[in-house]
């Protein structure tokens, strides 16, 4: 069964620092969306692609937060600098059209 | 706004009991909905799903899902939980036409007892 993958799983870093987390999504799925989630909250948007186009990245924290999709297949979310309120779990998914699947999350501690 | 209210923070049955988890969600019309399943340190994976006609849907694992409309509820149930149910249960809608604006609910922490 085929499944989104992401890496790393877990990511120690120190405030200041840049990190970068890597999406791979289910082969066609042409929608692809970071999520940011804190602990004991429910997921979050941060940013969607159709393709390697942006559609939604209005909750993105521009200033600190880049995404890119560039050949409309993975996606790399990064953030520089990190900052402490920055450690959560960042979740990918990816959409043939309306269901979403998850991948495993890369769980971010900024120190 | 939408929004999506799941008001039980953490519930603890026993094995064999029944479970219902609750879900409200504010909105003008009727959105899709979903039911997802995160074990800890995991990501999250469908329970099952709403778009449209009848208003029982049955999900993976046992699970089922009621829609109503007067309500705006979406309650999670299962006639008998099983220890490997313990997780986070999260709740979560769409609205039609949205492009995949998924909103989650805070989500309702299960513990099983023996």
């Known amino acids: 069964e085929a499944e989104v993958a992401q890496s790393p799983r877990y990511k120690i870093t120190e405030k200041s620092q840049a990190v970068a987390f890597w999406c791979d999504p289910i082969s066609g799925h042409a929608t692809l969306y970071w999520y940011r989630q804190i602990l004991g909250q429910g997921p979050e948007l941060l940013v969607q692609f159709q393709d390697e186009s942006v559609v939604d990245d209005s909750q993105l924290p521009k200033d600190r937060f880049s995404a890119e999709r560039l050949k409309g297949v993975d996606s790399t979310l990064k953030i520089q600098p990190a900052e402490l309120g920055d450690s959560a779990m960042y979740l990918c998914?990816?959409?043939?059209?309306?269901?979403?699947?998850f991948g495993p999350g890369t769980r971010l501690t900024v120190l | 706004a939408q929004s999506v209210t799941q008001p039980d923070i953490h519930i603890t049955v026993s094995e064999g009991a029944s479970l219902e988890l609750r879900c409200n969600y504010s909105?003008?019309?009727?959105?899709?909905l979903f039911w997802y399943v995160q074990s800890p340190g995991q990501g999250l994976q469908l329970l099952l799903k709403?778009?449209?006609?009848?208003?029982l849907v049955q999900g993976i694992k046992g699970f089922e899902a009621e829609f109503k409309r007067s309500q705006s509820s979406f309650n999670l149930r299962k006639p008998s939980v099983h220890w490997s149910d313990a997780a986070e249960y999260f709740c979560?809608?769409?609205?039609?036409?949205?492009?995949?604006?998924?909103?989650f609910g805070k989500g309702t922490k299960l513990s099983v007892k023996p």
């Open positions: 909105y003008g019309a009727t959105p899709y």
């Open positions: 979560a809608v769409e609205a039609r036409g949205s492009q995949g604006n998924l909103i």
């Open positions: 998914a990816s959409s043939p059209r309306v269901e979403q699947f």
């Open positions: 709403y778009f449209s006609g009848d208003t």
